[in-house]
């Protein structure tokens, strides 16, 4: 079949047209990238690995899928949008498919491979295949061709790579936004073949192409209208009772549910779970949070300081007692003061605690804020997420319990929740060492929680002398926490006695490795 060459006045326009589908090719690529490691962090926690197992298997694939083009090159217009069909399905339907095999196959590592390695071919097989057809529009040295074509990939990455958390994610969510980029690619694809090349089609793939272009559309317009349904019944086989509220915030996946009433309660069980980790159960977060709280109140306590918590409840503690003048409140995502604030058993649970006029909230993340505050607090609360993903590992380091004590008012107290001495002992005493190498006298202590089971915390306070381990003399009726439970708090059992293990830093982030480890399979 010849090749039928644009006219003289048309070769500019047709170069533009081809370097334009290399501009959003490259765009739609970079966001599939994206979309599966936004998921993986969202699902399984662990950002740098996600992101080292879809990027090292992409870059590989994409080798792959440029050899795999060579023979194809002799029909490189019909291969193209072939290509370009195929990935705009497969990359418009990635999430929703990582997503079932996470929800109900329990799949989802190999899952991503396979997903990971398919798009990574087809991505790769673009360039060689869009070489030729700019090739054939005018014929230039291949260095030239080489450097406008990876211009228009370069920089349609740069869209790609701004477009997917600051449009795609917040107009679209990950699922939808996944399908709208899987149908641009597919525009792209065939408006460059069926309008520059339209004489390189013979009437066999022009039937074909046509065929595929219906399917890809029906195929990705029925995941469109049922990405809400899907989202919610996937979502729902993660968790044991109703979802009652579900959002994808900025930062994370907030999941509220609700439970019919257990027996022995009196209350049905009120849920919250952030990227899928349980943050409270109404059933006994008392037991935490007056653990977590009480104890460190005995002493000054006008200023209080609480990183995290953005659900209210530990607040709720503090400000029983009438002289803490104020309470800052340090949570990095609003959307959950937010739910805190509105939804109704939550505010409940919570005693409204967001609405006291002493209550002041910073939606900032709690590294951050330290760095450069200037205020003083006499007691701070650090009831921050567990150190099993990166970004939450930086908050059990050295270097951010030294900014912690920088705020420290005379006599100022500090407590951190710390996981599980029993579950996760390495990651406990990780913790423990870290506050005290940071320039803190410590004392750890323990508790049940049954939706927890054994929980720890470590109480602290600047310098050699360590804290009491006492409640205020003028402590409120409490329901779990007395005199007695609490002093037999500080007993640690000899099977999960002190570990002798190294202090997390940022460079160095110990207990992110411990947490994984440990509490994998749990």
């Known amino acids: 079949m010849t090749t039928e060459e644009p006219a003289p006045p048309r070769r500019r326009a047709a170069r533009a047209a081809v370097l334009l589908a290399v501009f959003v090719c490259a765009a739609c690529g970079l966001v599939y990238e994206l979309a599966l490691v936004a998921l993986g962090s969202y699902l399984i926690g662990d950002a740098v690995g996600q992101a080292s197992i879809v990027l090292g298997v992409m870059v590989f694939a994409m080798g792959v899928g440029a050899l795999a083009a060579k023979p194809w090159q002799s029909r490189a217009a019909a291969a193209f949008a072939a290509v370009e069909l195929t990935l705009a399905l497969l990359g418009g339907l990635s999430v929703l498919g990582l997503y079932a095999a996470f929800a109900w196959l329990d799949l989802y590592g190999p899952a991503l491979v396979g997903t990971a390695f398919v798009l990574g071919l087809l991505i790769g097989a673009e360039i060689p295949l869009l070489m030729v057809l700019l090739q054939r529009i005018r014929e230039q040295s291949a260095g030239d061709a080489v450097a406008d074509l990876f211009a228009a990939?370069?920089?349609?990455?740069?869209?790609?790579?701004?477009?997917?958390?600051?449009?795609?994610?917040?107009?679209?969510?990950?699922?939808?936004?996944?399908?709208?980029?899987?149908?641009?690619?597919?525009?792209?694809?065939?408006?460059?073949?069926?309008?520059?090349?339209?004489?390189?089609?013979?009437?066999?793939?022009?039937?074909?192409?046509?065929?595929?272009?219906?399917?890809?559309?029906?195929?990705?317009?029925?995941?469109?209208?049922?990405?809400?349904?899907?989202?919610?019944?996937?979502?729902?086989?993660?968790?044991?009772?109703p979802v009652v509220h579900a959002e994808r915030s900025r930062y994370q996946e907030i999941v509220l549910?609700?439970?019919?009433?257990?027996?022995?309660?009196?209350?049905?069980?009120?849920?919250?779970?952030?990227?899928?980790?349980?943050?409270?159960?109404?059933?006994?977060?008392?037991?935490?949070?007056?653990?977590?709280?009480?104890?460190?109140?005995?002493?000054?306590?006008?200023?209080?300081?609480?990183?995290?918590?953005?659900?209210?409840?530990?607040?709720?503690?503090?400000?029983?007692?009438?002289?803490?003048?104020?309470?800052?409140?340090?949570?990095?995502?609003?959307?959950?003061?937010?739910?805190?604030?509105r939804e109704p058993q939550l505010r409940e649970l919570n005693g409204n605690s967001f609405a006291d006029p002493r209550v002041r909230v910073l939606n900032l993340d709690a590294f951050g804020w330290l760095r450069t505050a200037t205020e003083r607090?006499?007691?701070?609360?650090?009831?921050?997420?567990?150190?099993?993903?990166?970004?939450?590992?930086?908050?059990?380091?050295?270097?951010?319990?030294?900014?912690?004590?920088?705020?420290?008012?005379?006599?100022?107290?500090?407590?951190?929740?710390?996981?599980?001495?029993?579950?996760?002992?390495?990651?406990?005493?990780?913790?423990?060492?870290?506050?005290?190498?940071?320039?803190?006298?410590?004392?750890?202590?323990?508790?049940?929680?049954?939706?927890?089971?054994?929980?720890?915390?470590?109480?602290?306070?600047?310098?050699?002398?360590?804290?009491?381990?006492?409640?205020?003399?003028?402590?409120?009726?409490?329901?779990?926490?007395?005199?007695s439970v609490l002093a037999a708090a500080a007993t640690f059992p000899a099977d999960r006695s002190r570990v002798d293990v190294p202090a997390s830093t940022l460079l160095q982030p110990h207990v992110l490795e411990y947490a994984r480890a440990e509490w994998r399979g749990y």
Do not use: M
Not at 297 to 318: H, S, T
Not at 426 to 453: C, K, L, M, N, Q
């Open 153 to 241: 990939d370069y920089v349609g990455a740069l869209l790609g790579g701004l477009a997917f958390p600051f449009l795609l994610i917040p107009v679209f969510g990950q699922l939808k936004g996944a399908l709208v980029v899987g149908a641009v690619n597919a525009v792209a694809g065939l408006a460059l073949v069926c309008t520059v090349f339209r004489a390189d089609l013979g009437r066999r793939a022009r039937l074909g192409l046509g065929a595929g272009s219906v399917v890809v559309a029906l195929l990705l317009g029925y995941a469109w209208i049922t990405a809400h349904d899907f989202e919610v019944t996937a979502r729902q086989q993660l968790y044991r009772d």
């Open 377 to 483: 607090f006499d007691v701070v609360v650090a009831d921050l997420p567990d150190p099993d993903e990166t970004a939450t590992a930086k908050l059990y380091t050295i270097e951010f319990y030294a900014l912690v004590r920088s705020v420290l008012a005379a006599g100022g107290r500090l407590v951190v929740q710390a996981g599980s001495p029993y579950f996760a002992p390495r990651s406990y005493w990780s913790i423990e060492r870290s506050v005290r190498e940071a320039g803190f006298a410590t004392v750890p202590y323990h508790v049940d929680v049954p939706s927890f089971g054994d929980w720890g915390f470590v109480l602290a306070a600047p310098g050699t002398a360590a804290p009491a381990l006492e409640l205020p003399a003028d402590a409120p009726p409490l329901r779990f926490l007395t005199p």
């Open 257 to 341: 549910t609700r439970s019919v009433r257990e027996v022995g309660h009196a209350d049905s069980d009120l849920r919250l779970f952030l990227n899928g980790d349980l943050q409270f159960s109404s059933v006994d977060e008392y037991r935490y949070h007056e653990s977590l709280v009480h104890p460190v109140l005995r002493g000054p306590r006008g200023e209080v300081l609480v990183l995290g918590a953005g659900d209210g409840l530990a607040l709720r503690e503090i400000l029983k007692y009438p002289d803490v003048r104020r309470v800052t409140v340090v949570d990095l995502d609003p959307a959950v003061v937010r739910l805190a604030k």
